[in-house]
C-alpha cells in the first residue's frame, strides 16, 4: 500500500505518539513541518479518517461525548505500511517539481534586470525560511534523529540553493547592456 508524503507525515507523527487532530496541527506548526510538505490545517481530519478506512489507525475507545477528542492510534499494519513507505521515500531518488526551473526556462520573456530583481526577491525569501526553520530547529530542544535528520536535509538544501542566489545576483552592475546581450546569447 502506497502513502502520500502527507499521509506518511500524518501516520509517522502517530506513531511517534498517540494523539488527535489538534494536537497534530500543534506538532506541525511547532516543527516547521509545512516547510518541507502540503499538509493544510483542514486536511489534517481529512488524511485521519483517510487512514482510519484504510485500517492503518484506529481509536480505541468511542469518546465519552460526540464532540470530545478522538485520540488514534496506529495499527499493526500501519506501523508495517509506514516502515515500508519510510524506506522508499528514503531510498529511491524522485525527481520534484520546481518551478524555479520553470520560470528559468523561460528566461527569454524577461530583461537581465527583471530575472536579477527576482533572483534578489526569491534569495531574501529563502533567508526568511532559512530563519524561520532555525527557530523551529532550536525552540524544539533536544530533537530525536529523525527530527536532526528532517532539519539537517532541509537546511542544507535550502543552504545550497542560497549559494546558487548569491553567486547569481553578484552580476556586475557597471554592464547592463552586457547582462541583456548576454542573457538574449543564452537564449
Not at 530542544?141 to 527530527?147: I, M
Amino acid at each position: 500500500m502506497e502513502l502520500t508524503p502527507a499521509e506518511l507525515t500524518v501516520l509517522g507523527l502517530v506513531i511517534e505518539r498517540p494523539q488527535h487532530g489538534y494536537d497534530l496541527e500543534q506538532v506541525i506548526e511547532q516543527r516547521g513541518i509545512r516547510q518541507w510538505t502540503d499538509i493544510g490545517f483542514s486536511s489534517i481530519y481529512y488524511l485521519l479518517a483517510k487512514l482510519e478506512r484504510r485500517g492503518l489507525l484506529h481509536v480505541p475507545e468511542a469518546p465519552a461525548a460526540a464532540k470530545s477528542r478522538r485520540v488514534f492510534h496506529p495499527t499493526d499494519e500501519g506501523r508495517r505500511v509506514a516502515a515500508r513507505n519510510a524506506l522508499a521515500f528514503i531510498a529511491e531518488a524522485h525527481p520534484h517539481p520546481q518551478p524555479l526551473l520553470v520560470g528559468v526556462a523561460n528566461l527569454t520573456m524577461l530583461t537581465a534586470q527583471q530575472y536579477e530583481q527576482a533572483l534578489r526577491t526569491r534569495l531574501a525569501q529563502l533567508e526568511a525560511r532559512i530563519a524561520a526553520v532555525q527557530a523551529a530547529q532550536h525552540a524544539q530542544g533536544p530533537l530525536r534523529r529523525a527530527a536532526r535528520e528532517v532539519f539537517s536535509y532541509s537546511l542544507s538544501i535550502m543552504d545550497a540553493e542560497r549559494q546558487w542566489l548569491a553567486t547569481r545576483v553578484q552580476v556586475s552592475h557597471d554592464q547592463p547592456d552586457r547582462r541583456q546581450d548576454r542573457l538574449q546569447e543564452d537564449a
